[in-house]
């Protein structure tokens, strides 16, 4: 048969045509419970699966996910501050009165710092996973951008603490073969089993598209 888009002569049972990549089997419809939703928040959006992407067309590329260090990373330091301040308030004041103030403007800085260590996270880390591949920006005055084609992801695993899990927030571990970074950790990353399962299931909807295309391409070709 032809192909719709490009006029290409491809086998019979071929998926997509070998020359542009179109999908010819324009019958299928997106599986029930994997549409898109953008209104839903960054880390639970869903893979659009392929046929919805690009019917009739050569695959685009559509962003998936954006994330940054998220503040309810910080919950967990927070308590363990609050708990501390306290417990100094509350022994400077039975041991030497005096000492409070002290103790109060020791405690303030402390504060501070978390406040400012939690800005500059936000300010310096950026990460963007797209239907290809996976972005991640680092850096405040000077800036590093690197990209990891999603194909290339090799796993992906999550860590999460008891406070973590209680608030939906975690690292996430990315292996990948790419020579610049290898290991890349998403530290303080908001829904992250959402985020790790849309990760996972991108490189494989991609290895599984490359694995049909390449196996059309071959059942074209003479010999």
């Known amino acids: 048969m032809n192909c719709k888009s490009c006029g ?17 089997n324009d019958g299928e419809t ?16 869903q893979l659009r699966p392929a046929a919805g992407r690009s019917r009739g067309n050569p695959p685009t590329e559509e962003e998936l996910w954006s994330g940054t260090y998220s503040p309810r990373a910080m919950i967990g ?16 004041g039975l041991a030497f009165p005096p000492a409070l103030i002290f103790v109060g403007l020791g405690a303030l800085a402390l504060w ?15 990460y963007r996973l797209t ?4 972005f991640h920006e680092m850096g405040l005055l000077s800036r590093t951008r690197n990209r ?7 796993d ?17 571990h990315i292996q990948s073969s790419d020579v610049t970074h290898p290991n890349l950790d998403l530290v303080g990353i908001e829904n992250a089993r959402e985020v790790t399962d849309l990760i ?6 991609e290895r599984e598209r490359r694995g049909l295309f390449m196996e059309n391409v071959g059942s074209v070709l003479p010999g």
Request: proline share 4%; with cysteine; charged share 20%.
């Open 8 to 24: 290409a002569k491809v086998a019979d049972d071929s998926t997509f045509c070998p020359r542009c990549g179109a999908q010819l």
């Open 148 to 154: 990891v084609e999603v194909i290339d992801i090799n």
């Open 77 to 92: 330091p927070a308590i363990g501050l609050g708990v501390l301040t306290v417990v100094a308030l509350v022994a400077a």
């Open 200 to 205: 996972d299931n991108t490189r494989r909807a």
């Open 30 to 45: 997106e599986p029930a419970g994997e549409s898109f939703d953008d209104s839903r928040s960054p880390g639970t959006q």
């Open 112 to 126: 501070a710092v978390m406040g400012l260590v939690l800005l500059y996270r936000r300010m310096t880390v950026r």
């Open 131 to 134: 239907t290809f591949r996976f």
């Open 156 to 172: 992906v695993t999550l860590h999460q603490g008891i406070i973590g899990r209680m608030f939906g927030v975690g690292t996430v």
